[in-house]
């Protein structure tokens, strides 16, 4: 870890983005994922995985083939970036995302812009079948909006190169979103989408929206209502979803030269979208809150069990060092006591000096004493036993040292506590201002 002094962010009103909320998405971005402090290189450093907040929310468009999907979204960044027609053009997955410069981008460069989907590398063939197209538009919210174009769904012989059904519920689950689209014309029940829809209610049921798609092609009211009818019974009649109430908005692409008396909630559509900009930008800010007391939690436990580690390590430490020192001193006070009792008291003194002749005298003296008390044929299996005691008071300075619990460094140490102290008073402030950002942005706004 690096002990260099964590720096500041750049302030968000210095930011070169156009909208409030993108800029708050992209800042709560940028603090997870800066090199030098973001906070997901300091939760790694800590064993805790974070993946950073996405900036855009994902809106999943499935359906039956020619059900609209693809018009919905060209119409909605107002440029023709998907192919559309009655064929099943969308074979594949493709992602569509604004950016600065317009690309095309195949699988793995796919997965690569969007980490939180490689998990779709476990759907064999889905990669071959999947696609970026970024868009330079900034019509309506789409700098703010991923939308997945999924393959056109039919019931039959038709066969898909990978498990479509399984895909399209993954994706489901990792969307925002969730817009499945009914074409009036013939392909209205289809069975494939309506097994799909059933399965992703089970985890997703407040992500799905229902829409009656090219409404103005239903021919007149009575046929439109007949035909919604039909949809909402079928979808009644499924288990999952029969104890559900539906809406379904008639939503059509505006085509000046073919006016309609069919009512248009297309605009209901983009409402929903930014309703659920608003409620991502609340969502990150407040996940924000959390994994930064996620973090500063994880690291008060470390240093405060760093602490006890150390206090119990001079425990520890102690036992080893007696039982270490008894095990040597006392054979070498055995033996020590021996040569000594060879020598005459004014031998030692000579040797050892007077002081030191009556310390040694006294020790050896309670030795020799207790051998002399040791019955003759007992004493080899005291020097036995008192051998393999010393070994074990050996063996337990060896235990007891191996025990010792691992310590951080200083530098950890320091780097933990700049870390505590970036996160509470750079990242937690960051939050606290942008949240108050965004709520004078939102009063502004309603003229609240």
């Not at 009655?86 to 095309?104: P, Y």
């Not at 829409?211 to 079928?234: C, F, H, N, P």
């Not at 240093?303 to 060092?321: G, M, P, T, W, Y």
């Amino acid at each position: 870890m690096s002990g260099r002094k964590p720096r500041s962010v750049a302030n968000p009103l210095e930011s070169a983005i156009t909208t409030p909320s993108e800029r708050i998405l992209k800042e709560c971005h940028n603090l997870y994922v800066d090199s030098e402090n973001g906070l997901v290189k300091i939760a790694s450093s800590l064993g805790i995985r974070l993946l950073p907040p996405r900036k855009k929310i994902i809106v999943m468009i499935m359906g039956n083939h020619s059900a609209g999907k693809s018009s919905f979204i060209n119409w909605y960044v107002e440029e023709h970036i998907q192919k559309t027609g009655v064929a099943i053009e969308t074979q594949g997955f493709t992602f569509i995302t604004s950016g600065r410069k317009r690309e095309s981008l195949t699988g793995n460069a796919t997965l690569h812009l969007y980490p939180h989907f490689r998990p779709l590398l476990e759907f064999k063939g889905v990669t071959d079948y999947l696609s970026a197209e970024i868009s330079t538009s900034k019509q309506k919210k789409f700098s703010l909006v991923t939308f997945v174009d999924t393959p056109g769904l039919v019931d039959g012989d038709m066969i898909y190169p990978f498990d479509v059904n399984s895909a399209i519920t993954w994706l489901g689950e990792q969307a925002d979103l969730i817009f499945v689209f009914f074409d009036p014309m013939g392909q209205a029940l289809c069975k494939r989408t309506l097994n799909i829809v059933e399965k992703l209610s089970q985890k997703c049921a407040d992500k799905l929206l229902f829409y009656l798609s090219k409404a103005d092609e239903a021919g007149k009211e009575t046929d439109r209502q007949r035909v919604m009818m039909q949809i909402v019974q079928e979808l009644c009649r499924r288990p999952g979803l029969n104890k559900c109430g539906f809406e379904m908005p008639t939503i059509y692409i505006p085509n000046p030269q073919k006016p309609s008396r069919c009512v248009n909630q297309i605009d209901g559509v983009c409402q929903t979208i930014e309703k659920t900009i608003n409620q991502a930008v609340q969502k990150t800010l407040n996940q924000l809150e959390k994994d930064s007391d996620l973090i500063c939690s994880t690291i008060s436990s470390r240093l405060e069990q760093d602490r006890a580690d150390v206090a119990c390590n001079k425990s520890i430490r102690l036992h080893s060092f007696l039982c270490g020192a008894l095990g040597v001193f006392l054979p070498l006070l055995f033996i020590l006591s021996f040569i000594v009792s060879t020598l005459s008291k004014e031998q030692l003194e000579e040797l050892l000096g007077e002081g030191a002749t009556r310390t040694i005298t006294i020790f050896t003296g309670i030795v020799m004493y207790l051998w002399d008390w040791i019955p003759e044929d007992g004493q080899v299996v005291f020097v036995i036993i008192f051998g393999a005691f010393c070994y074990l008071l050996l063996f337990l300075a060896k235990y007891f040292a191996g025990r010792r619990n691992k310590t951080l460094t200083k530098k950890e140490k320091r780097t933990m506590t700049e870390y505590n102290d970036y996160i509470q008073d750079i990242v937690k402030t960051k939050k606290s201002k942008l949240y108050e950002w965004y709520l004078q942005q939102c009063a502004a706004e309603y003229d609240l």
